[in-house]
């Protein structure tokens, strides 16, 4: 398709430039050397016939004046015997040898007359057979032989001397005879033979001159190529379609030849970015390419890959080097990118246009979600789209966090807010009138809204350390107060489920410093999980102790524990768990990594242990002393 | 050497246990390209349990490193200790990877 229309449009150029043979030549698709041919032939041909017409002319002039010359020779010769005659006044023989000479010498007429004009002899019936010599008669003193030549007629005169009486007069008159073919032979033989292999010649190259002229053309146009030092010019040495099969060769050469040179071209840009060559030899814009995170591929209007960084091709799971020239559908796993793209780089789309795809390669590899983002990159260099990779799997797992958080954070927040609501409206009915009730009402209202003090607490704390304004109390920490505020916390709680909470103090508390409320938010993360997640009846054990300055919180509980591969994620924020058995516990997933992330602000931490089935432990540690210095960093 | 993973979201935390040498340092290479293989690179080397790593431990970490920073990435490191970081800046290695507090910290940082 492209080769043929390249072919209709383009028009031989006018390589007439270096000089007017050469262009009116190459004009016509002839070369100087065919029209050189021509102007020889004519040459040799006119030669060749003015050479025949002298060899004619001299030829036929050489003979006419041998033949004159013989002819009055023999005129000459002949008179005596004449004359022998006459003496004896025998005209008879006279005759006769007159008729015998004109057979002898071919003559046309022979006559021998006397200066009065009688005619003695005659081969033509004119004479007097009654005539006699006189004895004596003058005239004529012609003395030798003269000869003449008009109309291809030669006439001789020659004086026949009879002695005694006088001179006679013998006219003789012969016919010239001149055969070429015969007299010429050799010269007529090699002229024909000459004109015939001119003729052969002339008709052979009338034959090839049509094949000749695209050789010719295509010689001129290589020609024409050697006076540019960059080697053959892309265009303007194409020849016309009529030249023959020769000149369609020849563009499709320069076709081809073209084809590998863009192809060559767009290669060599494509290893240069590769190499991170630059054209103007400055920035390293390869190297740049692939420090970047996104995958970035540049298509051309066809479809295939013209560049591509290391990016990409670690999402599509292929070796950088194998992508470029190749068709973005042979790379990519994803069908309506793949269309998508291919739209956009033919120019059926312009406009941008993004597509997420979840990637699960193998049941090995982890599910990735990739963005695809193709815009259209229209330039004269023939690029036509480019291929924005992204790895969103983070932001995607991020925001299903987000969202559970949120789903999780308004039903903890409207639990205590209906318990208040419901034990609001008792007290407000019933209040006045029994005042057991009314402090049942007041005791509920006061802990669901400490509960829900600390869930909002708890996350402005996330908040904050999510925006780096996060700040800890260096005060000196109450810990019996402390430890009794958590046994009070709870006593209840634990009470409705029927758990033995059991709380183990040191004998005596070492000095603690830190922001109080914070370790007792964090304290009260891990025993209010620890009742949250043990089953009716179970068990909880909270104990305190110290040890080389490092204060030590264990909790342990015999409830439903913790999957291996889920005791460090628990920490993580927003996380839940998978287990089916807690699907009904409400939560957050903000509390024990709030309270991790405080306690390692005061320099302690926050580990588990924990059996599926049999419970957990999680133990805080907290330095003695140590936490004022950290606040303080 | 235990070698630990867990996975933080889209994550994988890869978390060596003993000293990064030699034979260990074999396995934890082939591990480590697993890691990167499967995650396309999202993925956090825990080192708070290395307490020693020699230079083929190094190796493994610098070859890492280059072979992610040839696509754009790079290797988040995180709970480095005191005497890691220290051999980590004798050798120049350092500059390498990226270095985070902790592990959610570095998790973090891919959003």
């Known amino acids: ?633 | 050497m235990n070698i630990h993973e867990q996975r933080h979201g889209a994550v994988t935390v890869i978390k060596p246990e003993g000293p990064l040498t030699s034979g260990d340092a074999v396995i934890f290479r082939q591990r480590l390209g697993d890691v990167m293989q499967r995650s396309l690179g999202r993925l956090v080397v825990d080192a708070s349990a290395v307490a020693f790593v020699d230079s083929q431990g190094l190796e493994v970490l610098a070859d890492a490193s280059d072979q992610l920073s040839s696509s754009g990435r790079v290797l988040r490191m995180c709970g480095t200790t005191e005497t890691l970081r220290e051999v980590l800046d004798v050798t120049g290695l350092s500059e390498k990877f990226e270095h985070y507090a902790d592990v959610n910290t570095a998790v973090r940082s891919f959003l």
């Open chain 1, 1 to 633: 398709m492209t080769k043929s229309s390249k072919t209709s449009r383009t028009q031989p150029a006018p390589l007439g430039a270096t000089s007017w043979l050469t262009g009116w030549a190459f004009a016509r698709g002839e070369s100087v050397v065919a029209i050189a041919g021509m102007f020889i032939t004519g040459m040799v041909a006119a030669t060749v016939v003015g050479a025949g017409a002298w060899t004619y002319y001299t030829h036929r002039t050489t003979l006419t004046e041998a033949q004159q010359d013989a002819l009055a020779q023999a005129a000459g010769s002949a008179t005596p015997g004449f004359a022998l005659a006459m003496a004896d006044d025998d005209l008879s023989t006279t005759q006769t040898l007159l008729e015998q000479f004109a057979r002898a010498q071919g003559l046309q007429s022979a006559t021998i007359s006397l200066p009065n004009g009688t005619v003695i002899a005659d081969t033509e019936g004119k004479r007097d057979t009654t005539a006699r010599l006189p004895e004596k008669w003058t005239g004529n003193d012609q003395t030798g032989v003269t000869a003449s030549y008009a109309s291809d007629m030669f006439t001789a005169r020659a004086p026949v001397a009879v002695a005694g009486r006088g001179n006679a007069i013998l006219q003789v008159t012969k016919p010239f005879t001149y055969e070429p073919f015969k007299h010429m032979r050799t010269q007529i033989g090699i002229g024909v033979t000459g004109a015939v292999v001119l003729s052969m010649g002339l008709v052979m190259y009338r034959k090839m001159r049509t094949r000749m002229r695209a050789l010719g053309a295509i010689q001129e146009a290589l020609r024409f190529a050697s006076e540019f030092e960059d080697g053959l010019p892309a265009s303007g040495l194409r020849l016309a379609e009529d030249l023959g099969p020769e000149a369609l060769a020849w563009n499709r050469l320069l076709d081809d030849r073209e084809q590998q040179r863009h192809r060559a071209a767009l290669e060599d840009a494509a290893a240069r970015l590769t190499a991170g060559v630059t054209a103007a030899g400055g920035g390293d814009y390869a190297a740049a390419f692939d420090a970047m995170w996104l995958g970035m591929i540049v298509l051309d209007d066809e479809g295939k890959v013209r560049v591509s960084n290391g990016a990409a091709a670690v999402f599509l799971k292929r070796n950088k080097g194998e992508m470029t020239g190749k068709e973005i559908s042979s790379l990519m796993r994803f069908d309506d990118v793949t269309t998508l793209a291919m739209n956009v780089a033919t120019g059926k789309a312009r406009q941008r246009a993004s597509l997420e795809v979840a990637d699960v390669l193998s049941a090995e590899a982890e599910k990735t979600v990739l963005r695809f983002t193709v815009r259209p990159m229209r330039k004269e260099d023939g690029s036509a789209a480019m291929i924005v990779i992204e790895d969103v799997t983070q932001q995607r797992v991020a925001d299903e966090s987000r969202n559970a958080f949120v789903a999780s954070a308004t039903h903890e927040l409207r639990t205590p807010l209906t318990t208040m609501r419901l034990y609001l409206e008792q007290l407000v009915d019933e209040g006045d009138k029994d005042p057991l009730v009314k402090a049942r009402c007041l005791n509920v209202l006061n802990s669901e809204s400490r509960r829900l003090e600390r869930i909002v607490s708890d996350m402005l704390s996330v908040s904050e350390i999510e925006a780096g304004t996060f700040k800890l109390r260096g005060d000196e920490v109450n810990a019996p107060e402390m430890w009794q505020h958590l046994q009070e916390d709870f006593k209840a709680q634990a009470t409705d489920k029927d758990i033995t909470l059991t709380f183990d103090a040191p004998p005596k508390w070492p000095l603690l410093r830190g922001d109080r409320d914070k370790i007792e938010m964090a304290l009260h993360n891990l025993v209010g999980n620890a009742i949250k997640y043990t089953p009716e009846g179970g068990n909880v054990m909270v104990r305190a102790s110290e040890e080389n300055g490092v204060m030590t919180f264990e909790v342990s509980d015999n409830g439903i524990g913790i999957k291996p591969e889920e005791l460090e994620l628990v920490f993580e924020k927003f996380y839940r768990s998978k287990d089916k058995r807690i699907a009904s516990i409400t939560g957050s997933g903000i509390g024990l990594s709030l309270a991790r992330q405080v306690v390692r602000l005061h320099g302690g931490d926050i580990t588990v242990k924990s059996q599926i089935d049999k419970g957990s432990t999680f133990t805080l540690t907290l330095p003695a002393m140590a936490a004022t210095t950290k606040m303080a960093a």
